[in-house]
């Protein structure tokens, strides 16, 4: 099965006859990372007149779906400017974005899961960082988990976006340690090159390159 990314999952959620049972944070994310791909293409020389026709009137038919008194999405109807042909070019875009992106299995998953458990505990024992960095990794660690708890729903990109926010925050983490050594391997675990060969494996051999990084074994 094809993994969800952010064209696939904007596309369910305008075919979906329930919207309030999408998160708003996901979709917006969705049209920013549209957005982003079509950037890409457009540098690489691609025709993407399209698409940036049709990015301001998905964005607009998100916002056209929150609910003004609780900010989540209600079950309006679709807005004037909506019709099937800017709706047929996310299947489009969809198509696109999985030519590109690899899937992360789910063994790999489970091994990245294992580490911010890992990150975790560390992050208990290492009573030298501050408070506030104490506090803001926890809670992006919790984002990471939060894409791996919603993979199934967000895909790639809201699980590429979390680990994106981990690895900026570990560097941070490990220049702030009085015990960096301890940090530096799950920065290193996480640069772009493992993860994108850990995603490409897509075997039990990606989750033990994992736990390798976290041992150092």
């Known amino acids: 099965m094809t993994a969800i990314n952010a064209a696939s999952?904007?596309?369910?959620?305008?075919r979906a006859d329930n919207k309030r049972a999408f998160d708003p944070?996901?979709?917006?994310?969705a049209v920013i990372e549209i957005e982003s791909h079509v950037d890409l293409w457009e540098q690489a020389g691609s025709n993407v007149t399209p698409f940036r026709e049709a990015l301001p009137i998905w964005r607009a038919e998100v916002f056209h779906y929150i609910d003004p008194n609780d900010g989540r999405f209600a079950n309006y109807g679709e807005s004037n400017n909506f019709g099937t042909g800017v709706l047929g070019l996310l299947g489009w875009a969809a198509e696109r974005i999985a030519s590109t992106t690899p899937e992360t299995s789910e063994a790999v998953r489970?091994?990245?899961r294992e580490m911010?458990?890992?990150a975790r505990n560390t992050l208990v024992e290492d009573t030298s960082l501050p408070e506030?960095?104490?506090v803001h990794v926890t809670r992006v660690l919790r984002h990471v988990e939060?894409?791996?708890d919603n993979y199934d729903i967000t895909g790639e990109f809201l699980l590429e976006d979390a680990l994106e926010r981990l690895l900026g925050v570990l560097g941070i983490v490990e220049n702030a340690s009085k015990e960096p050594s301890r940090w530096q391997k799950f920065r290193e675990a996480f640069t772009p090159g493992f993860a994108a060969e850990l995603a490409s494996s897509g075997s039990m051999q990606g989750?033990?390159?994992?736990?390798?990084?976290?041992?150092g074994g």
């Open 25 to 29: 944070r996901y979709i917006v994310m």
């Open 116 to 118: 911010v458990q890992e």
């Open 146 to 148: 939060e894409a791996l």
């Open 9 to 14: 999952l904007l596309d369910s959620f305008f």
């Open 207 to 215: 989750m033990a390159a994992i736990a390798s990084a976290i041992t």
């Open 132 to 134: 506030r960095l104490r």
């Open 110 to 112: 489970s091994g990245i």
